[in-house]
């Protein structure tokens, strides 16, 4: 998953791919946001030396929860404020800014989330099992909110599980497929109604695909696999990269059981997506760019 997240295979410290390219927005001028309603990840995690935004959590189900939700800081934090100031320490002093910092950005989240208004009743997510459509709803109140929060370019995290299926695929897949189909649905009629589709790009991806063949109850894990963008201004209905010819069991690309060799690398996706972004340096969010052959902005989109 790391790998995945930060596509610097090499290391294992590397930072987010998403997060470089919100380092390298910021760098470049642009107020970005940066956001996962997915909990702790790689991808997002910038360089801690740069000027760039601090990752904000929010809750799938409950939006952005506020630091202090009964109200008590007004009477308590000045005192502790007031401990960690005055030349006490460095360390007290930076770790108050940030106490004060996270509760005053916690509230202007809340506020953002609580006056964006949604164009669609996104009817996927009154399902509260569709834990997808919870996230993509989410995404939508703070793309909503862009301009009450002053950001030029937002980059956004959620996750899916349970794919993973050694066993009950056919049940799995169905239930899974069901609630991405829906999510995905309700998601692009939602940006289509605020007239943003065309402004926004939404990409899939995966640490690893599956077997083509079974174990007897599901597949176990493969390493090249399908994935997909979705925007309103790609140049879409196609499939780029090399689809395999031959998935023998004694196939080049084929190393057992259908586990394919790769012959896209996700630097090649990234480097289209970036430049669509607007990022000028490609080679501090992908250093590893030089060895692939590479989809630009131009192969991805209109």
Known sequence: TKATETNVPQSTSSTGVIGRIADELTAQGYVSGSYSIEGTNSALVGDPN????????????????????????????PAVLNITSGGNSLFGETWGRAVHQTIERSDVLNDALENSELQTSFPSALDRTNYIAQQLRQVARLISSRESLGHDRDVFYVRLHGFDAHTNLRSDLDTL????????????????????WDQVTVLQASEFARTLTSNGEGTDHGWGGNYFMMSGSLN?????????????????LNIGRGRLIPTTAWDAVWNGVAEWL??????????????????TEADLYD
């Open 236 to 252: 879409g209905r196609r499939i780029l990269g090399e689809y395999p010819d031959d998935i023998r069991d004694d196939a080049p």
């Open 50 to 77: 740069a000027p760039s935004p601090p990752i904000d959590f929010v809750n799938a189900y409950n939006g952005a929860e506020t630091f202090d939700p009964y109200g008590i800081n007004d009477r308590i934090l």
């Open 278 to 295: 607007g990022v000028s340096n490609l080679d501090n969010i992908l250093p590893n760019r030089g060895n692939f052959d590479l989809f």
């Open 177 to 196: 497929m069901g609630y991405l189909n829906s999510a995905l649905r309700d998601f692009v009629q939602e940006m289509k109604d605020q007239s943003l």
